[in-house]
């Protein structure tokens, strides 16, 4: 019944957005679709738009194929912005197939328009094909993504950001700059001007797109965050990594920035290039790296600095959302570990490590068990959004839980922020 009052309503937006019945509904058969392609990214413009290289097929009378084939470019400039690339809108099945019920109707050339927010003059590439039939061009746009996300959003096809956050939070973010092992990315943030300003540009990126951010300074961090520090160390010789979880992001960023100089003629030209790597805070698992370039030009280290950034970040950010959706269908995810520093035997640790392996059953609607030893047990888990927005709660119900499961010992809390629980077992 739901279903059939979901796609109802669908329908009738549908109606209200495009001003007609759709074509499914009518038992009518378009195709709206582009007939080419073939596309290809080349910047991102703003938080908001694209750049992206799109061919067009044209046929028809001899007048017409030109104008035939803009249309057919266009139409495949947003195609790609939803279907194509390494980073599209469309990111699972479930969108997919919401979207083909609509499609025809989307891709009609009035419907296409409004999303082209820019459009090259000149052809990169213009040939005659089929024997001279039909006309292939090419050229570059500009594609005001945002605006096609909200109309979609609308439609019912993708998940508002409110809408996510609303179920599972706002990802927190943390930004730090890539340092060789052994190295301090907070000494980096603290004594390197153009480190600091690229974690700007990245914040400021982030911010327009309602993310939430942490960008540590120096000096109060280290005030905060040293005891949570030790408490990881041994977990992993990377210390973004040790930083990231000690503070409790979702995800943290890191990046790395090169300046390339040249003398032409009484003029410095600089480019920058940009490496960003976004991993999974609690795993250290890569979620997505890429490399972003500016434009060589004679201007301040901070302008290139900004260029190259805005190539890289939108595309990890794709990424970034990919696994956002994929933790909301299965809850919220932490990191419990267990450190059993009580007096124990041998038997008595088995049974401590069977009734904390139980209690966790008893909650999580998935668990992962990385590491088990007489002292250590370390798990992944993923629970109900609802029910364990906080770390106490979950804290909470870990320690009465194995009371009830077990008699001489008790759990107790080392550390608890937002994605990771120290806890030990000791004796009552």
Known sequence: MRKTINLTLSLLILIWVFGAVPAFAKGKVENNLPKSKEAGFVESYSPTEWMVKAAGIGGGKKKYREQNAIDDARKCAVYFCLYLGADPIFTTQEEKNRFSLIEQDFFKEENISKFIAWESEEFTKRVKISGGKELKIEKVFRINVGLMKEDLVG????????????????????????????????????????????????????????????????????????AAMRLVEGMNDDLSYQIALAIGSDVYITYAISIDRRMVGSSEQKKASVSVRAYETTTARLLGTETGYSYERPAADEVVIEEAMHDAIDKVLSRINAYWKEDLQRGIQY??????????????????????????DAFANRSKENIVTDQTMDFLVWVEPGRYDKARDLYRDIKDGFADEFSGAKVARQQLNRKLLLLEVTNE
């Open 155 to 226: 439609l019912g096809v993708v998940t508002a950001t409110a809408d996510l956050a609303a179920e599972i939070g706002l990802p927190q973010i943390m930004v730090l700059p890539e340092v060789p092992s052994g190295g301090n990315p907070l000494e980096e943030l603290s004594n390197r001007k153009d480190v600091k300003h690229a974690a700007r540009v990245i914040e400021s990126y982030l911010t327009a797109l309602r993310y939430e951010v942490i960008v540590p300074e120096q000096q109060n961090f280290l005030n905060n965050y040293g």
């Open 335 to 360: 990191k419990i570990v267990f450190g059993i520093t009580g007096n124990f035997d041998e038997d008595q640790i088995e049974d401590i490590q069977f009734a904390v392996s139980d209690v966790i």
